[in-house]
């Protein structure tokens, strides 16, 4: 039987070293989520996994179906759920290649499906949204990457809406709000995954300072194919730790 933890990759898929043993054809009744449901080996546990912007066709930030995947990995069981996003650092020191299991997260995104109980028949609900990423999967992050010889920050993701990324005001803007970090994909994933009752932590890596960050203002692109490759190394490592620990630790209830 699978596990209750589940994964939800990004931008850099390809760079992320997984091992898809299994894909799966899957309708929600918020339709058809970004990609088949697939099983993704790692360390011996087979994990359901979406992959957020899709395998054949590139799905930008602001159209990812977010009800439809967290919907499929509930449906497959998934109660603890990572997300893994690039991110833009903020942050002063905060350099491209970089982990971070951010604490909390400002929602600057307009427009987005953010909730299941928005439908006529459905029931609305005022989650609890003041911790909102799971302390304890995100703190296993943190230890797992740490374990891993990798330094990772905590600290505030601002989600944007994109796909464009920010003008040096707008980061400005994000900074004086305590923004650390930059991403576009962690709402309304965060929140979808707290209406079904999932635990969700981040799981980020930076691969580039944040608009008008560069000390040296590296163009954002250039910075982005420099560290991405490293970046997802890291992300492979710490999830190859993280998932059997995670699970010996805290087994399926
Ligand atoms: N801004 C928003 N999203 C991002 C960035 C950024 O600088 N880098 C990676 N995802």
Redesign the pocket.
């Given at each position: 039987m699978s596990p209750d933890l589940g994964l939800i990759v990004g931008?850099g898929l390809s760079a992320l070293d997984l091992d898809v043993v299994g894909k799966e054809p899957v309708q929600t009744p918020f339709g058809a989520p970004s990609s088949q449901l697939l099983t993704v080996a790692i360390a011996d546990h087979r994990l359901a996994c979406i992959a957020r912007h899709g395998v054949e066709h590139w799905i930008a930030p602001h159209r990812v179906n977010y009800r439809a995947n967290v919907r499929a990995l509930h449906e497959a069981g998934v109660r603890r759920l990572i997300g893994v996003?690039?991110?833009?650092a903020i942050a002063a020191g905060f350099e491209p290649g970089t982990l971070a299991a951010p604490e909390q997260l400002i929602d600057y995104t307009t427009g987005r499906e953010a909730s299941f109980g928005d439908g006529d028949d459905l029931e609305t609900r005022h989650v609890d949204f003041t911790v909102p990423f799971d302390p304890i999967l995100s703190g296993a992050i943190a230890a797992a990457a740490v374990d891993c010889g990798h330094s990772i920050r905590r600290g505030v993701y601002g989600v944007?809406q994109?796909p464009r990324?920010?003008t040096a005001a707008e980061i400005d803007r994000l900074e004086r709000d305590g923004c650390t970090m930059?991403?576009?994909t962690a709402m309304p994933e965060a929140v979808l995954a707290r209406e079904l009752g999932i635990e969700y932590a981040v799981l980020a890596v930076a691969?580039?300072h944040?608009?008008g960050r560069s000390p040296g203002a590296a163009p954002?692109h250039a910075e982005?194919e420099q560290s991405l490759t490293d970046g997802m190394a890291r992300v492979t490592d710490v999830l190859s730790r993280l998932v059997p620990q995670f699970l010996s630790i805290r087994p399926k209830p």
């Open positions: 931008s996003n690039l991110v833009g944007t994109g990324l920010e930059v991403g576009m691969v580039n944040a608009a954002i982005i």
